[in-house]
């Protein structure tokens, strides 16, 4: 017998993938980023009789979801996926998002643009008033003069660290480097990802607004909070 789950956070992980997992119907080809709870939903997906196909946004999603046998599949340019479920690291007013703590933003950004659908799967304490309020926005850049793009970013972000992987810089699995950047209060959301998607050396950033159609957010008790946009 498996042990019981106490750890809060596990419980509301649990409880949001049990929920998103109830989406996906059997004829279903879906997109799966990556996360935490993004790999409990995979762990339930493999725990049912149906087969399931996917397009994964990480290198670990793809393992784990071979393991529980799903069928990976290429974003060709022809497929269209019916449904894309990834997690967040700030759920924001009108279901606009941080993501890209687990640096998976550029892929994840594609799955999702990819899909008729996306839902975020993610606990309550994700839920915040205001972007930028609990955590540092992921911005990903080329690694070819990292510090010029970090100083045309200044304007936007002035506080922009580079992320560490040890002693080394952090590598995306395209290769890239990560700038993790306060978010000023005042900033405009909507304005900061026009303006970023401008600055030469930017790939990608983890600002993804007007993409959720709504989240699933688990609770310490084991109930669903249910946000639409």
Known sequence: ????????????RAAAAAAAVELVEPAMTIGLG???AVWKVVELLGAREERFRAAT????????????????????GELELDLALDGADEVGPGLGLIKGGGGALLREKIVISAARRFVVVAETPKKVERL???????????RFAWR??????????????LRMDESAPY????GHYLLDCRVPEDADAAELDRSLERVPGVV???????????????????GVDELTA
Request: proline fraction near 6%.
């Open 1 to 12: 017998m498996l042990p019981a789950v106490t750890d809060p956070d596990d419980i509301a």
């Open 34 to 36: 990556s996360g935490r």
């Open 57 to 76: 946004a990480s290198n670990r999603t793809a393992e784990l979801a071979r393991h529980a046998g799903i069928e990976i599949v290429e974003l060709d």
């Open 132 to 142: 930028g309020e609990r955590c540092r926005l992921p911005v990903e850049v080329v």
């Open 148 to 161: 010029d793009t970090r100083r045309r970013l200044a304007r936007l972000l002035p506080d922009a660290e």
């Open 171 to 174: 590598l995306t699995d395209e």
């Open 204 to 222: 990608e950033h983890g600002l993804f607004l007007g993409m959720a159609e709504r989240a699933l957010l688990g609770r310490p008790d084991g």
